[in-house]
């Protein structure tokens, strides 16, 4: 299968879902593992759950792995550029010739397993691919980040050897709970017996949910917020520096990624890796080193002009939060023109609500993607107006990008955010069309 036809194959696949009310929700997962001979088991690895900078967590875990010469499989989601970064070792996502292979190699395996449970989903068929992916690939540890929640989610057929919740926030509300409690809950399902759970939750409610959970199974719980001090060094508009102190050693970090929240994401990992065994576990200096190194784009990636651009992935109120946060103590002096789109799903008056503060203006704009609605920018508009704010609303996302450009002081910001895929549409646009020019 060619990689064009293993995409549009997966595309078909947009609609089909495993409702959380079906006791087979793992069980398909399960049988389609079985049917590919189990490839999550050749290798150790690493789980990472939470609402919101488990993508960062997991980058930056895989990243110290990599620094420590372990050959390291990394499957985040969503992807930004292309499928096949969902499925990365050593930070280089699967050749698209390997992916269409693989895609057409496990039809035999889908259709077995249809007959019983039902054709695996669009997020099955890539989880899967990626954990035979490296098997094939002979890696030494996976960091595997989760989808939705953690109980029910397909990463939960791993037995890990440290399981992570990053934070817990309100979303995916309409599927994992309408409290924090509620959602910790479900997020705390991935606790395993004898299995380290590394977590920074602050949340009371969410943190005695969790605690509970793994004292219910026989996980040891190991609380970042209580363990980690951070010493502030330096913070600059190509990343940052800090000391972390954990109750095992001190690491000095720099991070070339912006975002105080960042700091608690490298905290997490520091905490994570510093649970692993001797054959996995990397040295205070590999760890440094790792980090110094990582890359996470659409991550408060800053590219510095006139106007600046920043891109952010901030879907969610808890990640809206963070970024404007991250925004006011990055860019203090600074006026801001919000690019954002938002999917239809998202309860956008709480993502739009943390910029209010920044005294900023709002382009709204939409996106275009399978199975993913977007709200009609001019809903968006009529939303910000509502919470005092001013926004216009421009259909094309690209036309939406210049406009703003266009009229903002040279020494402003126009930060793209909101949905994944209007940060990856124009993202990729910036990049082949603005910042390839020397003359930006």
């Known amino acids: 299968m060619t990689f064009q036809s293993a995409e549009s194959y997966l595309l078909g696949l947009i609609n089909e879902n495993a409702s959380r009310r079906m006791p087979n929700r793992l069980e398909r997962i399960h049988a389609f593992l079985g049917e590919l001979g189990n490839p999550q088991e050749a290798y150790p690895t690493i789980h990472v759950a939470g609402t919101s900078g488990k993508g960062s967590t997991?980058?930056?875990?895989?990243?110290?792995?990599?620094?420590s010469g372990k050959r390291t499989g990394l499957h985040t989601k969503p992807h930004l550029t292309t499928v096949t970064e969902r499925a990365r070792v050593d930070g280089?996502?699967?050749p698209e010739d390997a992916f269409g292979e693989l895609i057409g190699e496990m039809q035999a395996a889908v259709d077995r397993v249809s007959f019983e449970h039902g054709r695996p989903t669009y997020y099955?068929?890539?989880?899967a691919l990626a954990f035979l992916w490296f098997a094939r690939s002979d890696v030494d540890v996976a960091v595997i980040e989760a989808g939705v929640g953690g109980r029910l989610d397909g990463t939960n057929v791993l037995r890990p050897r440290v399981s992570v919740i990053t934070n817990v926030a309100l979303d995916h509300t309409d599927i994992l709970g309408e409290t924090v409690e509620e959602i910790a809950r479900d997020k705390a399902g991935i606790a395993k017996a004898g299995i380290p759970l590394v977590t920074f939750v602050r949340d009371a409610s969410a943190r005695r949910a969790i605690e509970r959970a793994c004292a219910d199974?026989?996980?040891p719980f190991v609380s970042v917020a209580?363990?980690?001090t951070i010493e502030q060094r330096r913070g600059e508009l190509y990343?940052?520096?800090f000391a972390a102190i954990t109750p095992e050693d001190r690491y000095e970090i720099s991070l070339p990624v912006l975002g105080g929240f960042q700091q608690e994401n490298a905290a997490t990992a520091i905490r994570t890796l510093e649970q692993l065994g001797a054959d996995l576990r990397p040295t205070r200096a590999q760890i440094?080193?790792?980090?110094?190194?990582?890359?996470?784009?659409?991550?408060?990636?800053?590219f510095p002009s006139h106007p600046g651009v920043l891109f952010d992935i901030a879907h969610n109120p808890d990640k809206a939060a963070h970024l404007a946060a991250a925004l006011a103590e990055t860019f203090p002096e600074r006026r801001f023109t919000f690019v954002m789109a938002i999917a239809e799903s998202k309860d956008a008056a709480q993502v739009i609500r943390p910029f209010l503060p920044l005294g900023g203006s709002f382009v709204f704009t939409t996106f275009s993607t399978a199975g993913r609605t977007a709200s009609r920018p001019q809903r968006l508009a009529s939303i910000a107006d509502e919470l005092g704010a001013w926004g216009r609303a421009i259909s094309d996302p690209v036309d939406a990008f210049s406009i703003a450009r266009r009229n903002a002081d040279s020494d402003s910001i126009i930060v793209v955010t909101g949905s994944t895929f209007v940060v990856a549409e124009l993202r990729a646009w910036w990049m082949a069309n603005v910042q390839s020019n020397s003359n930006v």
């Open 58 to 67: 997991s980058t930056m875990i895989a990243a110290a792995l990599q620094a």
């Open 92 to 94: 280089i996502a699967i």
């Open 124 to 127: 099955e068929t890539l989880l």
């Open 217 to 219: 199974v026989g996980a």
């Open 226 to 228: 209580d363990s980690v």
């Open 239 to 241: 990343g940052q520096s």
């Open 288 to 302: 440094e080193t790792g980090f110094a190194r990582t890359m996470i784009p659409g991550r408060m990636e800053f």
